[in-house]
């Protein structure tokens, strides 16, 4: 279970996690949070989002909300996904998100290999979501954020099933696709999209 042993290591100052969800969906945005928790009020149960129920990730997103000292989302949109890759789309997410914070951390731990190239000092965490409780935190507001969008997606485009798929390629999703055609909200630099695009 993650701790706040990587936390410590960083004090005095504050210390943000950052983590993002929708790196490797065929549709919609990527979104990131940035989470710097109250070590003496953190909610029980912080755990890498993937690893949770949606019951239960729902139930913590509004915890996190009401005790962490201040989060912060960052969204990068499908055309800046296309127009960057989804690898610095991804970090201009990551840092959307710790801008959006109200309070200025001393160092941020970053879900992965590798961190933005940002003013902060920052540690990358492999496997951070499940290591450290700040990033848990942060993965749980990024994968509810997207997901809300996603959903709300769906109801504007019916046939790809992105309320439950959340843009994935599920096997609905791509006959869908095979069908329909692509969205504008779907990710043509993304090979799956983009093959159909020649056909």
Known sequence: MPD?????????????????????????PVVAAAVILRQEDCPEGL?????????????????????ALCWGLGIASVAEIDELNILWAT???MTRAVEALSQ??????VDG??????????????VGDAKCLSIAAASILAKE????????AAAEH?????ESNKGYGSAKHMAALRE???TPLHRRSFSPVAQLLLI
Do not use: Q
């Open 91 to 93: 970090m201009l997410a």
């Open 113 to 126: 290999n590798r961190c933005p190239n940002w003013r902060w000092p920052s540690t990358a965490v492999v």
């Open 104 to 109: 200025e951390c001393a160092h941020i731990l």
């Open 4 to 28: 706040f042993a990587h936390e410590l290591i960083h004090h005095p100052g504050l210390v943000a996690g950052v983590d993002e969800a929708g790196r490797g969906p065929l549709a919609g």
């Open 47 to 67: 755990n890498d989002s993937k690893k949770l129920t949606a019951k239960r990730r729902a139930a913590l997103e509004g915890e996190i909300k009401a005790r």
């Open 145 to 152: 954020e997207r997901d809300r969008i996603m959903i709300a």
């Open 180 to 182: 329909h055609g692509p």
């Open 158 to 162: 019916p046939h790809y099933g992105w």
